[in-house]
């Protein structure tokens, strides 16, 4: 006999959706049943792409069907915790993407529900799951690299209300609460410290987008270690975060799933962030555990961001 299928509802027909159902067609014994999308069109349209059976618009009336185990939300970040709220109260287990909210009382209020819920409530952390962290953090931990410096770089060319796909966008990004909790929470994450010193400085706002298109971001450990975090969605060049990691023992560079070493050569590492990250969803519903990057888990990160937020206003 073979195991059923768990079925899932995907929320959201935008570019990470999509990233979403690449990595979930290598996951044996998963079934994405339904989409609920913002436009039909669109929403049809992802949905013949990736074989998705059935498309609609209404989430409460997708959340009430039974043969619904699971969902995965892929929606604009202001949608985030209202909708993570309802797939809580529905009895889902749920992949929320990052952030789980724009505000810390949104972020604790989901937070103590989902633990209260009994369900799988995880939030799309990927860095903790990219090969190149997990292998720092081995590495942290075992007492084989000593951190002095971690310097995170997050670049962008946003100047116009674009998605990454170059479409245009519905929805303003939030270059703090979006793109800088990647690497706050991996730093938390990665020296198991949340009692973070912060700080940080911000651009002027875009005349339209009415968001500071520049962050100066610094954090200091328990133990004095730094990082330096510089976001900008004005840069002209390749897009994403790259990381530098300033040790005792060496220097090392990540950038996705790539660690090379001062020199630019390439270490051996397994492993893709986003299909990791998506499995251990999958796998913590199966054997009914906590997942990494759990709400509970992701939600110093969303202390330190509003310490930060706060600093910068």
Known sequence: MTERPLRLLLVGEGGIAGVHMRVLGQVPGVEVTCLVGGVEADARAFAAEWGIPEVALALDAALARDDIEAVILATPSPQHAAQAERVIAAGKHLLCEIPMALRLADAERITALAAASGRVCMVAHTRRFNAPHRELRRRLVAGEFRLQHLVSETYFFRRENRNMQGQPRRWVDNLLWHH??????????????????????????????????????????????????????????????????????????????????????????????????????????????????????????MRLLDRLARQLA
């Open 180 to 301: 800088a909790c990647h690497s706050v929470d991996l730093f938390a994450w990665l020296l198991d410290d949340a009692e973070l010193d912060v700080w940080g400085h911000q651009g002027p706002p875009h005349p339209e987008l009415g968001i500071p298109m520049d962050l100066s971001l610094g954090l200091r450990s328990r133990g004095e270690v730094l990082a330096t975090l510089a976001l900008s969605f004005n840069n002209r060049g390749p897009s994403g975060g790259f990381y530098r990691y300033i040790g005792e023992e060496t220097t090392l560079l990540a950038s996705r799933d790539e660690l090379r070493n001062h020199h630019g050569e390439l270490l051996p590492l397994t492993g893709n962030g986003f299909a990791d990250q998506d499995r251990e969803f999958i796998a913590a519903i199966r054997e009914g555990r906590e997942p990494e990057a759990s709400f509970v888990s992701c939600l110093p990160a």
